[in-house]
């Protein structure tokens, strides 16, 4: 276990023994092991091997055992014992905002509340308002905490149903009996985040398809299994649709379960106006009434008499057979390829060619990563070299400023001997990945930058975010990212809301007025790629992106495994229309720098 990781352990056993009632000396000694470890200079490894690691100050006797097993081995029984000796409904309630050990340790005394159905009835039955220090307006928070969360429970990030998707997709394709087998629905649009996984596969032997789906190792439950469809539930609580059709329906399948449902529907009223109606079985000629559906046996086609409907009947074959991609199936309604990234029913079937989107192909950097100078975990030469693998040319680096102290951001000082060591490190040739030295500067709560003029003029380029006082009005928060906007320092604007998906709601601010400053003030603004983020939102990029506005996709990578999430930046900016003129990754090295300088 790396050290933040340590760290993030003792933070959590002072919580669950605040949550125990644990003596306070006790609770302190790990949050102080824990910032001392968290700011600790000189190599852990190296202090534990020399049996100094007792001797640091804020690391009590108690607590070097127990970092030194969790460094070897990435267990503690202690840790163990004390999660399960705690009701799993109270580590529940810890998850929601502005709760932590105290507060739910109170609520269990006083209310006798241990699940969050329990929590929630109390905050509608104004019991937690009654309690002495937490009142009316903090029930309520409590209350929309835990709604949030009962939706949020509800979908996946896109990331995490990806890698659910993959390995089966791969099975799947390499059994005997699939002919065809594809992902479909909100994955297969890149949506931020997936209620379910859709799979549609083209076989003869759906018997033998289904098994393989249900008996996966990972299966938790099979909640359906038939030989058209099955559905089951992994571990994780994500779910998945499996639907088997013969090879002649699968264009069709794949098209209507794919969705969204607002682009079927369009799609549909198209096909009418031309005299078809379309469904998932395939197209049918209007006049003749037909019903495609299975299990109808062919349906009222069949019911069709003469030689009219013989007739009919003949070309809806005819036309079924000529389709057998969705390319065949736009191109029937004289649509280009939509791709399904676009299929959102916000007026993809006026687009009359398809725009160039940018692709991942295309990325030859990105901007905003954190090194071990403040949050991050790998150091500038790690950081260089997953780059470098990456086949990048650049590599941006922007670490927290001073006003985020629970991240270790730097100060003036520190950012200059940063600098330093950037301009260092590029003339040693270590690496052929050029890297930028920039920040991750806080706007402070009045709009102010969180460093000096003079140290913002030092760094290649500057990152602004917004990272305290969520709580602003809208027109507050919108004229403080306005006004860092404005400042000529400013070469990027970091994710624009602050929302975490499933997680935590955006702040107030109009996206609008401050898309519109940035433009003016040629600023980029960042298409934060953590898959946690995903900020700016894809469909303020639609609109954005018609009016010219500049976007760099960031990965916000904390360790050199987050670097991989650009992909998940590409996929937003696909979904938002972004060609690779208006993403600064797809610039070469001498075009990155000329837009630094210009700005
Ligand atoms: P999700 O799972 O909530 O992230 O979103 P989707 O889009 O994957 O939705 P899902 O899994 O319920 O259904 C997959 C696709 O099937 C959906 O995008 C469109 C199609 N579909 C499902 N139900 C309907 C419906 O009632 N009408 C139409 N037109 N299409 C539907
Ligand atoms: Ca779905
Ligand atoms: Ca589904
Ligand atoms: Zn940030």
């Known amino acids: 276990?790396?050290?933040?990781?340590?760290?993030?352990?003792?933070?959590?056993?002072?919580?669950?023994?605040?949550?125990?009632?644990?003596?306070?000396?006790?609770?302190?000694?790990?949050?102080?092991?824990?910032?001392?470890?968290?700011?600790?200079e000189g190599d852990l490894d190296a202090l534990i091997e020399a049996g100094d690691l007792g001797s640091v100050k804020?690391?009590?006797?108690?607590?070097?055992?127990?970092?030194?097993?969790?460094?070897?081995?990435?267990?503690?029984?202690?840790?163990?014992?004390?999660?399960?000796?705690?009701?799993?409904?109270?580590?529940?309630?810890?998850?929601?905002?502005g709760l932590g050990g105290k507060k739910v340790k109170r609520l269990h005394d006083e209310l006798g509340v241990d699940t969050l159905a329990g929590l929630k009835q109390a905050c509608e039955q104004g019991q937690v308002a009654a309690l002495k220090g937490f009142g009316k307006k903090s029930e309520e928070k409590i209350l929309s905490g835990i709604e949030h969360r009962e939706a949020y429970a509800q979908r996946h990030l896109w990331w995490k149903a990806r890698a659910v998707a993959a390995p089966i997709l791969a099975g799947l394709r390499q059994l005997e009996a699939v002919e065809r087998a594809e992902a479909a629905g909100s994955l297969r649009r890149l949506k931020e985040t997936v209620g379910d996984l859709?799979?549609?596969?083209?076989?003869?032997?759906?018997?033998?398809?289904?098994?393989?789906?249900?008996?996966?190792?990972?299966?938790?439950e099979v909640t359906a299994k038939g030989s058209t469809k099955s559905s089951v539930r992994f571990e994780s609580g994500l779910q998945a649709d499996l639907r088997v059709v013969p090879a002649a329906q699968f264009a069709f399948a794949l098209h209507h379960f794919t969705g969204s449902k607002e682009h079927n529907v369009a799609m549909r009223q198209r096909a009418l106006a031309r005299g078809y109606s379309l469904s998932e079985w395939g197209v049918v000629l209007r006049d003749e009434g037909g019903d495609l559906r299975p299990e109808s046996g062919g349906g009222k086609a069949e019911s069709v008499s003469g030689e009219q409907g013989a007739e009919s009947r003949g070309r809806t074959a005819k036309i079924q057979e000529t389709i057998r991609t969705e390319k065949d199936l736009f191109a029937f309604l004289d649509l280009p390829e939509i791709p399904p990234e676009l299929r959102e029913g916000m007026g993809e079937l006026e687009l009359r060619e398809i725009p160039e989107l940018v692709s991942v192909d295309q990325i030859q950097g990105v901007f905003h990563n954190h090194t071990t100078a403040s949050d991050g975990r790998a150091s500038i030469g790690e950081m260089a070299a997953a780059a470098e693998a990456l086949g990048w040319h650049y590599l941006?680096?922007?670490?927290?400023?001073?006003?985020?102290?629970?991240?270790?951001?730097?100060d003036d000082e520190r950012v200059l001997r940063q600098v330093g060591e950037i301009k260092a490190f590029n003339a040693?040739?270590?690496?052929?990945?050029?890297?930028?030295?920039?920040?991750?500067?806080?706007?402070?709560?009045?709009?102010?930058?969180?460093?000096?003029?003079?140290?913002?003029?030092?760094?290649?380029y500057a990152v602004m975010s917004v990272h305290s006082s969520f709580g602003l009005s809208e027109a507050e928060m919108t004229a403080r990212v306005i006004k860092a906007i404005e400042h000529p320092a400013t070469t990027m604007l970091g994710h624009?809301?602050?929302?975490?998906?499933?997680?935590?709601?955006?702040?107030?601010?109009?996206?609008?007025?401050?898309?519109?400053a940035a433009i003016a003030n040629r600023v980029i603004i960042e298409i934060n790629a953590n898959p946690n983020r995903l900020d700016?939102?894809?469909?303020?990029?639609?609109?954005?992106?018609?009016?010219?506005?500049?976007?760099?996709i960031n990965p916000d990578a904390h360790r050199i495994e987050g670097l991989r999430h650009f992909e998940a930046g590409v996929n937003i900016a696909r979904k938002g229309g972004l060609g690779?003129?208006?993403v600064l990754n797809c610039r070469d090295l001498a075009g990155v720098e000329q837009w630094f300088r210009e700005r």
């Open 1 to 40: 276990m790396d050290k933040a990781d340590i760290v993030e352990v003792l933070e959590e056993i002072a919580v669950l023994l605040e949550l125990k009632g644990e003596n306070p000396f006790k609770i302190r000694a790990y949050q102080a092991g824990a910032r001392a470890l968290e700011t600790l």
């Open 396 to 410: 941006g680096l922007a670490d927290h400023s001073q006003a985020s102290f629970q991240a270790k951001g730097l």
């Open 58 to 97: 804020g690391i009590g006797a108690a607590l070097v055992d127990k970092i030194e097993r969790l460094r070897a081995t990435g267990e503690l029984k202690f840790y163990d014992e004390l999660r399960d000796s705690v009701a799993p409904g109270l580590i529940e309630m810890l998850t929601v905002p």
């Open 580 to 582: 690779p003129e208006q």
């Open 496 to 516: 624009p809301t602050g929302r975490l998906l499933l997680r935590r709601e955006p702040y107030k601010i109009d996206l609008l007025k401050v898309i519109d």
């Open 428 to 460: 040693s040739g270590e690496s052929s990945v050029r890297i930028f030295a920039g920040i991750e500067c806080d706007i402070l709560k009045d709009g102010s930058l969180d460093l000096e003029d003079a140290t913002l003029e030092g760094l290649d």
């Open 536 to 552: 700016m939102d894809w469909r303020h990029w639609r609109r954005a992106a018609d009016k010219g506005l500049m976007c760099a």
């Open 198 to 220: 859709d799979f549609i596969v083209a076989s003869d032997d759906p018997d033998a398809v289904m098994e393989w789906f249900t008996s996966r190792e990972e299966v938790r």
